[in-house]
């Protein structure tokens, strides 16, 4: 009965750590065009890779200092100074056929279709919408659709 009510109480723990730990990810967005991503959170950690798109939604999911470990929608993660990031909202369409509509229902208008991996800005959201911008386009997109911070 012991051994029993232990590991009923061990399951209960890992699952209240990860639910605290999920709670404290939260997304940024790159400031600008080109940002160096390090192996670790100094200067004096290598370059790991490069991002080259401004706005692109990152989820941070550590913190040390003046220094976020973020994780992109590829699972790729690296150290960014804060002063790179910004609390811009943005999103990255990830469903072949995501449509923008004119308003927040799939029984609108729609206005264009959107290709996988197309960055958005967001304006608003409401429950399941996100009025974005993209391109010559404003409208909404469903977010079940998309990832990033909304």
Request: proline content about 3%; some cysteine; hydrophobic content about 40%.
């Amino acid at each position: 009965m012991v051994k029993k009510f232990n590991f009923i109480f061990f399951i209960i723990l890992i699952i209240s750590l990860k639910l605290y730990a999920d709670e404290n990810k939260y997304f940024l967005t790159l400031r600008s065009d080109k940002v160096n991503v390090r192996l670790g959170p100094a200067f004096e950690y290598p370059v790991k890779f490069v991002y080259k798109k401004k706005y692109l939604p990152l989820l941070v999911i550590e913190k040390s200092d003046v220094w976020r470990k973020i994780s992109d929608l590829n699972y790729n993660t690296g150290w960014i100074h804060i002063s790179k990031l910004s609390k811009k909202k943005a999103a990255i369409v990830i469903n072949e056929k995501s449509i923008i509509f004119k308003n927040p229902t799939k029984y609108s208008n729609p206005m264009a279709s959107l290709a996988k991996g197309r960055l958005l800005l967001i304006k608003k959201c409401k429950k399941n919408w996100c009025k974005i911008k993209t391109g010559k386009y404003t409208g909404w997109v469903d977010k079940k659709n998309i990832w990033g911070n909304f």
